[in-house]
């Protein structure tokens, strides 16, 4: 294990003044925070608060209008094959799972290594079959998504992310299009991975994930972070009105 004072003082990534425009829509409002190497982040708040956009942001899906943001203390680049390098270290999973229709599962696993890392058929399939048992899908590598259950498609779309050897995953909701009963089986690799290390930011209205698995929580509302802090805190003891009132919403149902 690395030595979690030294890293834990390290920010992966860096987000700084960050705004963002849609039209007259104000969707993020001067956003600053960090996260470190090796921290899971989990960003909550009501619908429409800017959650997924500043996840989006991370890796340039969503442009931004002002501000700065850095991973591995180097700027976003804005397009090219420095934004594409990017990508490819920053994994991310989506509400929609995004899997290839016609490839495999093996081969929605394989085609980053071999394409963007350069790994032979054989060393990306070795290394894709590796992770589809440790997300328990392995018996389904030759299957297309569609044969596959919700729940079974977001961890190979998980599986697929950690292919690329990522410095970071980023999460966008990734159970709110699953069954209830699906839920937990995606949830569950992602409090392994947070437990292995893997620095990561999730948008999740998860809130035992929270709990679970989260360094830090993020609460966001009307496009800004309104009060950031450790679960346990956050949870028992939030200092904002707007975080009382989304818990009591929440944690009543």
């Keep these: ?4 004072t030294t890293n834990a003082a390290e920010p992966l990534v860096t987000i700084t003044g960050v705004n963002k425009h849609y039209g007259p829509l104000h969707v993020l409002k001067d956003i600053s925070t960090t996260v470190a190497r090796g921290e899971v982040v989990v960003v909550i708040g009501p619908s429409g608060s800017g959650k997924s956009t500043l996840c989006r942001a991370i890796n340039r899906l969503e442009t931004i209008d002002e501000g700065e943001i850095t991973i591995d203390g180097k700027r976003l680049p804005e397009e090219g094959a420095g934004l594409a390098k990017l990508r490819a270290d920053v994994g991310m999973v989506f509400q929609s799972f995004n899997l290839f229709a016609h490839k495999t599962v093996l081969e929605n696993v394989t085609l980053g290594p071999i394409k963007v890392r350069g790994l032979s058929k054989q060393e990306a399939e070795k290394k894709a079959m590796a992770l589809l048992e440790r997300v328990g899908v392995a018996n389904q590598a030759q299957k297309l998504p569609a044969q596959l259950s ?29 069954d209830p009963e699906m839920i937990n089986e995606v949830l569950d690799v992602m409090v392994e991975l947070a437990h292995e290390g893997m620095t990561m930011v999730v948008v999740t209205h998860e809130m035992g994930f929270a709990r679970k698995a989260a360094n830090r929580v993020l609460f966001m509302a009307d496009g800004q972070i309104v009060e950031e802090a450790a679960p346990e805190t956050f949870f028992t003891a939030p200092k904002t009105d707007r975080a009382k009132d989304f818990l009591a919403k929440i944690l009543t149902h």
């Design 150 to 178: 919700g729940g079974q498609q977001q961890r190979v779309a998980i599986a697929r992310s950690l292919a690329m050897d990522p410095k970071l995953i980023l999460l966008d909701e990734p159970t709110s299009a699953l």
């Design 1 to 4: 294990m690395p030595d979690s």
